[in-house]
């Protein structure tokens, strides 16, 4: 009894730190939604449930000092006259913010911090109202034992018919066609029950496995959903096993079952209208979303398909996932060796029978694969809304923080993208609002004098480009001086004067992200040290991704980051330089060149390529070639590669051809260099590099041109990291995979 106690509290309380991070955005809301309709009563009501929801389950879950805290916020908020006050929005600001102290605190296993200032502003907050009294619910003296009811199994609509729509009655009777009875469920919860959401979901996942859930009542945010819940079930058990199911110690109370729709009984009696006469409720999320299922799923009868139950959403560790997908990539990298077997198979014995029985399997095989994959990416894509949700609470404070007044617009939240990468651009997204309040928008006395309305406004847009997502920041400030920025890259010897003068103003932005630059005139806690906008390019390039800014002075600025939708496996064109094998990502290649050496010529000590009447940079990766006649007259390929908004040519000795590549990371100690993002076993067991353009591109961009005759071997790797290389060959342990996709 001990063990399934410990189990049960464990479970809670992971349940608990999940939900609660739901609990502490809906309280972030709320306190905005107040802070713009002071005094709305309402508004203060759904802070309080919120606030009493959190209460119940910490307390639940041992959770004191927390538990604590949150009943004295709630009993501040059944005074009468709080609801008039505007102290109560920043009261919440301060508790939310505590609370996630204290929760972060919890899951660590350490002690939570001091609570006392949130606690004595509580105090002032209820030392206002002159003769407030608290609104404290009753408390039942003694425990009511569970109960179970089960009701005659007659085929009858039960009065709470009225609160099932359309679509669930159609649902009903689909799952009676399929042979499965319909019961209508009503478990009490425990009225002394600690944590009455957590056990409502508990309740929820129980009868999930006794079949298919058709509706759920009240709403889980309806203050009746703590008291009693009610369901519809179809079954093919017996209503005293279904019963037994959905009896939890110290979490419910009374079970009454009652029988909708007997299913023995279809062929006689099918459920008329008239037994559900009463004009449809709103339906609740759980109503909505069992219409989904009614209406897209409409299973025959006699065919055994039921409609999907509501409570399909399961919670898996993200590390579950990654494993399954370095699964995956190994499939792929299998699927490579026997498609290169196959071949050799088909040149030493081209008049086999068996070879097409092999190729067709292998076909099928390929077909499979690309389906599982397909399906295991979709798993790890998720709603950028997840990071996009955090930043209205943290536009409001820094505003306040520089005097600002600032609005955020948000949209394109529904834009799915892998979850790796979602966690990866979290800090340099942050850092470009940041930079957006303090840097973009004006203060509202210089916006009235320029004309523009004293409150600036923010954009996050995220949408789908092809195969990219694109993040787009945009703010109505006062934009970038590209003069500024030459002079400040001058002063701090990034450039030379002549240097400067020689790029274009898109070249300019480019010194922002730059270690060590800043045009702020002075150092605040928001900004001003020139630390951030480098570590938002260095993510970039990690991520394979890019990033590019449009501004227009006095009008705003706009930073787009174009993202790939997932990093684990990737289609790339591989070739050769200098017998050595590597590969780019296909989707960054516009087209492929054939040219001579002699078309290649020196601009500023750069090489650029005349390509249809455009000027190509050229990127070298091998030596320059020697000034003989033959070597001069040689053939190249270039790839026309693209790295943010501009064009480069790639310069290549010869193709491969294209392949699917699992991308491998590469830890420091097997490679030095960070021209390379990571690298991939090809099917006869050779290793191939993948390329980092990006910082390939920035390589060059940073190589002075007086520096390009010192050296031959620019972008060359080192000696040590092909031997390490070679080492890799032979499956390093540290050539290991991807994870989370991310090399």
Not at 139 to 162: D, I, M, W
Not at 284 to 299: F, I, L, M, Q, R
Not at 524 to 550: C, F, N, Y
Request: hydrophobic share 40%.
């Amino acid at each position: 009894m001990t063990d399934t106690h410990d189990e049960r509290g464990a479970e809670l309380r992971e349940l608990f730190f999940e939900t609660s991070q739901e609990l502490l955005q809906a309280l972030n809301d709320e306190a905005l939604k107040l802070e713009k309709k002071p005094g709305d009563e309402e508004i203060v009501r759904v802070i309080r449930r919120t606030v009493h929801t959190l209460k119940g389950d910490s307390a639940a879950c041992g959770l004191r000092e927390l538990s604590e805290l949150a009943h004295q916020f709630e009993d501040a908020l059944s005074l009468e006259g709080t609801t008039t006050q505007a102290a109560v929005a920043e009261i919440a600001f301060a508790a939310a913010d505590v609370f996630a102290e204290m929760i972060a605190a919890y899951r660590r296993g350490k002690k939570p911090p001091s609570s006392r200032t949130l606690s004595q502003k509580i105090q002032q907050m209820t030392a206002a109202p002159a003769t407030g009294k608290i609104r404290r619910p009753k408390k039942s003296v003694g425990k009511t034992p569970a109960s179970t009811t089960l009701a005659p199994r007659t085929q009858q609509a039960h009065k709470t018919g009225a609160h099932w729509t359309e679509y669930e009655k159609l649902a009903m009777t689909q799952a009676q066609a399929s042979g499965q009875d319909v019961f209508h469920v009503t478990v009490k919860i425990d009225p002394h029950c600690a944590m009455p959401i957590a056990g409502r979901q508990l309740v929820h996942n129980a009868i999930g496995v006794m079949g298919p859930v058709l509706a759920v009542r009240p709403d889980a945010k309806s203050p009746a959903a703590s008291r009693q819940v009610e369901f519809v079930l179809a079954s093919v058990q017996t209503a005293e096993q279904i019963a037994a199911k959905c009896r939890i110690p110290t979490i419910t109370g009374e079970v009454a079952i009652e029988l909708i729709l007997d299913a023995a009984a279809a062929a006689k009696t099918l459920p008329t209208e008239s037994k559900f006469e009463v004009p449809p409720a709103e339906p609740s999320p759980e109503g909505v979303a069992a219409e989904a299922v009614a209406a897209t799923a409409t299973p025959a009868a006699g065919s055994g398909i039921t409609p999907n139950t509501l409570e399909n959403i399961l919670r898996v560790d993200a590390g579950r996932i990654d494993s399954v997908l370095n699964l995956v990539g190994e499939l792929i990298i299998g699927k490579s060796m026997l498609q290169q077997a196959l071949n050799d198979f088909s040149k030493r014995f081209p008049k086999e029978p068996l070879r097409g029985k092999f190729a067709d399997a292998m076909a099928f095989q390929a077909r499979v694969l690309t389906d599982l994959q397909r399906s295991v990416m979709k798993i790890r894509m998720v709603p950028v809304d997840q990071l996009f949700r955090r930043f209205p609470r943290m536009v409001r404070d820094i505003a306040r923080q520089c005097g600002r007044e600032v609005e955020l617009d948000i949209s394109g939240q529904d834009t799915d993208l892998d979850k790796g990468i979602l966690d990866a651009i979290a800090e340099p997204l942050t850092h470009l609002v940041r930079n957006a309040v303090s840097h973009g928008i004006e203060p509202p006395d210089e916006r009235r004098k320029l004309g523009k309305p004293p409150q600036g406004v923010i954009r996050l847009h995220a949408y789908h480009q092809g195969n990219q997502v694109v993040v787009e920041i945009t703010d109505d400030g006062r934009g970038m001086d590209a003069q500024k920025i030459r002079a400040k890259a001058i002063e701090l010897g990034m450039a030379t004067p002549e240097e400067v003068t020689r790029l274009t103003d898109a070249e300019v932005f480019e010194f922002i992200f730059r270690p060590g630059f800043s045009t702020a005139d002075e150092v605040t806690e928001v900004s001003g040290r020139g630390v951030g906008m480098d570590v938002v390019q260095s993510v970039m390039h990690r991520l394979k991704a890019s990033i590019s800014v449009e501004t227009r002075p006095g009008k705003g600025s706009t930073f787009r980051m174009k993202l790939p939708l997932t990093l684990a496996i990737i289609k790339a064109l591989l070739f050769w330089v200098e017998q050595r094998l590597y590969a780019i990502p296909l989707n960054a290649v516009l087209e492929i060149a054939r040219t001579f050496e002699t078309e290649v010529h020196q601009v500023d000590n750069y090489e650029v390529l005349q390509l249809r009447n455009q000027v190509l940079p050229l990127l070298r990766l091998g030596r320059p070639v020697a000034d003989s006649d033959s070597e001069r007259k040689a053939k190249l390929f270039v790839l026309v590669i693209t790295a943010g908004e501009r064009k480069y040519g790639l310069i290549v000795d010869a193709l491969e051809g294209e392949e699917e590549l699992v991308i491998k990371a590469l830890d420091d100690q097997t490679f030095s260099t960070d021209l390379v993002s990571g690298a991939s076993i090809l099917g006869d067991g050779r290793v191939v590099l993948i390329l980092n353009l990006p910082a390939v591109v920035e390589h060059v961009a940073r190589w002075r041109p007086q520096q390009r005759g010192e050296s031959n071997s620019g972008l060359l790797l080192t000696s040590t990291d092909r031997m390490r290389l070679a080492m890799s060959s032979k499956m390093s342990p540290r050539l290991t995979p991807a994870v989370g996709g991310q090399a």
